[in-house]
């Protein structure tokens, strides 16, 4: 079975890393205080943003391995998996993290909002690349923030300002997200962002339940595109097919159904498939492991 860390409140992860736990909604962590601790993969049910001089190298994110660049910020959101499994190794890293929960943004314009930020999605399979001005702000910022948390006590004006500062942060990594954008191939990422998006909605609005797994023809329908057209520029911007962006996608949301302690026959039906063994022949086609392998491992 993997080690895996359930970071389904804030404080979890600081408790495991030995940090000062500061309020039951917000946790800033700073690297540079705390002594050597072990790697985790962890399993979020928060927001976060780890934002380090230096990353360990090959991250688990979702399914993909990331080669985090020095001096940037990675992004999480509650149903994630990332990390690096704990080995024994004890290390010292450099820099924040900030995690949330989404109680704190309950009511709020920023939980209308956080939705718009692309930053947090598997999809961007990058880390938000940070300039030496962008990086003094932030932790500026973070220093602030958690200088509000030390020296007052909870309150509803304490956690308005804390959304304050949080919604600052984000503008910061929107700009350097919409930056890397505009250095990336405009045409094709745009296409991928609203595949993506429109994949996350089917499955929010539960549509697998009575429609089964979206086919490419439905996505290719929706996007205003033909079936043939549309698969030919999926592979063009990815390399690969637009049927296995969504098994990709299938099986990322398979794995944090796994991973939060659904069995495979109740991961098969909320994921829209008609029989338990056709999901587990997906999940070995896409991962080369079994479900129950994944889970053993």
């Not at 990675?74 to 690096?84: C, R, S, T």
Request: aromatic content about 12%; some cysteine; hydrophobic content about 35%.
């Amino acid at each position: 079975m993997k080690k895996i860390l359930k970071v389904d409140s804030v404080n979890d992860y600081a408790r495991f890393v030995d940090a000062p736990v500061l309020h039951p909604l917000v946790s800033i962590i700073h690297y540079d205080e705390l002594a050597p601790f072990r790697h985790s993969l962890n399993n979020y049910g928060v927001y976060g943003l780890f934002i380090q001089r230096q990353f360990p190298i090959n991250l688990s994110y979702g399914m993909k391995t990331l080669q985090a660049s020095d001096a940037s910020i990675i992004a999480v959101e509650p149903g994630q998996i990332g990390g690096l499994e704990d080995n024994g190794e004890r290390i010292s890293l450099s820099g924040w993290v900030l995690l949330w929960s989404a109680e704190l943004l309950h009511g709020s314009e920023l939980e209308r909002q956080i939705d718009r930020y692309q930053f947090f999605s598997y999809f961007f399979a990058d880390s938000l690349r940070m300039e030496p001005d962008e990086w003094l702000c932030i932790t500026q910022l973070l220093t602030q923030m958690r200088q509000e948390l030390t020296g007052h006590e909870d309150s509803p004006s304490l956690r308005s300002i804390l959304l304050g500062y949080l919604r600052l942060i984000l503008e910061y990594c929107n700009r350097i997200y919409l930056r890397q954008l505009s250095e990336e191939d405009k045409d094709g990422n745009d296409l991928l962002k609203r595949f993506h998006n429109l994949l996350q909605t089917y499955f929010r609005e539960n549509r697998q339940l009575s429609k089964g797994l979206p086919t490419v023809a439905y996505c290719a329908s929706e996007l205003a595109y033909s079936s043939r057209y549309f698969g030919d520029l999926v592979r063009k911007a990815t390399g690969g097919t637009a049927i296995g962006y969504i098994h990709n996608y299938v099986i990322n949301q398979a794995k944090s159904l796994l991973m939060n302690g659904r069995n495979i026959s109740e991961t098969s039906r909320l994921l829209g498939f008609d029989y338990p063994h056709h999901f587990t022949r997906l999940f070995k086609r896409t991962t080369g492991l079994t479900p129950s392998e994944f889970l053993g491992r």
